[in-house]
């Protein structure tokens, strides 16, 4: 079982507000992602990591940002908050590829945040 | 971004009977599939795996089957229970380095 924690579950605020999302995973996992998800569609990728002090964007354009300090801390974090905003979002970990291999290996998720920006 | 899509949406089967959830990936590229299985208010869960040098591999009560000819993977739950009721997700991957791309999920739901 993956241990991969997200921090609030849940959170309602006001538009304009800033927030961060946490992350923490206890694998060692070097590589980190933030997923969003609306109800009962597919997952879009908005920042990855692959280490610390490394952070990319994703397909899905978004107006937040992360950071890495830590190889087991991943957090993202809205400015100011808008409606839009409002979506779940899903952290992911994923350990080493298997040596001299190009393969990779399977996300592991949190059970997210439900992020509603009223 | 690539497209995996799944060819339904919903499916319903009785307890005790067998699922077949599909799933179409567009890019040839791709070498390593997952699927996962998301329950409400949870986040998605690893269920299997497959590198695109197999074309199945099995479970504990699931298998997965890679045709990479047609480019299409499938997951089979045998003797389905309610604690199957979730949606089910397939993802692709180019290998290390690449991105996982995920398709619109399938809901499947156990009838007692």
């Known amino acids: 079982e993956a241990d991969i924690y997200q921090t609030p579950r849940y959170l309602v605020i006001g538009t304009g507000k800033k927030i961060t999302l946490e992350c923490s995973q206890t694998m060692g996992h070097d590589k980190m992602y933030w997923y969003q998800q609306d109800p009962g569609m597919e997952l879009h990728l908005i920042h990855y990591s692959y280490g610390v002090n490394s952070t990319e964007k994703g397909d899905l354009s978004s107006e937040s940002t992360v950071s890495r300090i830590r190889t087991e801390h991943f957090p993202l974090t809205l400015e100011s908050a808008r409606p839009s905003h409002t979506s779940q979002y899903l952290c992911a970990s994923s350990g080493p590829g298997q040596a001299q291999s190009s393969y990779n290996s399977p996300l592991h998720f949190g059970n997210g945040t439900r992020l509603t920006v009223t | ?112």
């Open chain 2, 1 to 112: 971004g690539e497209s995996v899509g799944l060819h339904l949406p919903t499916l319903s089967v009785q307890e005790g009977d067998n699922s077949i959830i599909n799933c179409a990936y567009s890019n040839s590229a791709s070498d390593y599939f997952i699927w996962y299985k998301q329950e409400s208010g949870k986040g998605p869960q690893f269920i299997i795996d497959i590198r695109s040098n197999m074309d199945k591999r099995q479970g504990q009560r699931v298998t997965v089957l890679l045709n990479k000819t047609v480019k299409h993977l499938s997951l089979q739950i045998a003797a389905t229970q309610p604690g199957d009721s979730a949606v089910y997700f397939c993802a692709e991957n180019m290998g290390e380095g690449h991105q996982f791309y995920f398709g619109t999920g399938t809901s499947l739901t156990v009838i007692p």
